[in-house]
């Protein structure tokens, strides 16, 4: 069982194109946190959010309590926002992981 | 700050062996995590900790496996005796509380090889 479904599983872009991944998941939460993982492994925390959206540089997330439902957008793609990005569920203490997407940008 | 701090970045050893994974959390974090990271099964959840106690140790695989804390900038997590299937990245985040609520920071990770 799934606590949280991403999709899609990979995607590939070119340069300039708006990307958006989408997190849904089957639990109540506190908070859903979007993390970055480049290919050199490091995970940075890019988004916490309990309720409507956030925004830095070209990146925003969004989020629908009601319909279970996040997604991260790229405005502007670039070659170096290639990563796999993992969406994440908080309900209480817990944390609950998707399978992550693999984002390619091309020059 | 420096973040969060793991040690070794690499580890490879035999099956059979002891491994003992190392992580200094953020001065100032209470809760402490140890996650698995593989191909098959991605981010997993190992155990935390809140105040240098655990907390909760579902998610770890089997008595293989142990995590202490014992004083607020040190965990480690060990596995005694090793096998080739507990080849992963092992990545260590801290958070200030409760975790729900406050971003978590990962460590480098460490990249254990069993063979």
């Known amino acids: 069982k799934n606590e949280v479904e991403q999709s899609p599983q990979n995607l590939t872009a070119q340069e300039g194109e708006f990307i958006t991944i989408n997190c849904s998941y089957s639990?109540?939460?506190?908070?859903l946190h979007w993390l970055q993982q480049h290919p050199g492994g490091g995970i940075v925390s890019l988004f916490m959010?309990?309720?409507g959206k956030k925004k830095h540089g070209r990146l925003i997330a969004t989020i629908n309590i009601q319909e279970k439902h996040s997604s991260l957008h790229i405005t502007a793609s670039h070659p170096r926002d290639s990563a796999v990005y993992i969406c994440a569920v908080s309900p209480g203490n817990q944390f609950y992981f998707g399978t992550g997407t693999s984002l390619t940008v091309i020059p | 700050d420096a973040g969060v701090i793991q040690s070794p970045r690499h580890e490879v050893t035999e099956m059979g062996q002891e491994v003992t994974l190392r992580c200094k959390p953020i001065?100032?974090?209470?809760?402490l995590f140890w996650y698995r990271q593989t191909m098959m099964r991605g981010l997993e959840l190992l155990i935390y900790f809140n105040n240098n106690v655990p907390i909760d140790d579902s998610g770890m695989p089997e008595d293989r496996f142990s995590a202490k804390m014992p004083n607020a900038s040190f965990s480690t997590l060990k596995i005694q005796p090793s096998e080739p299937r507990d080849s992963a990245v092992y990545f260590c985040?801290?958070?200030?509380?409760?975790?729900?609520?406050?971003?978590?920071?990962f460590g480098p990770g460490t990249r254990l090889t069993v063979t």
């Open positions: 639990v109540g939460i506190s908070a």
């Open positions: 959010l309990s309720s």
């Open positions: 001065s100032g974090h209470d809760y």
């Open positions: 985040a801290s958070s200030l509380s409760p975790p729900g609520f406050y971003e978590q920071y």
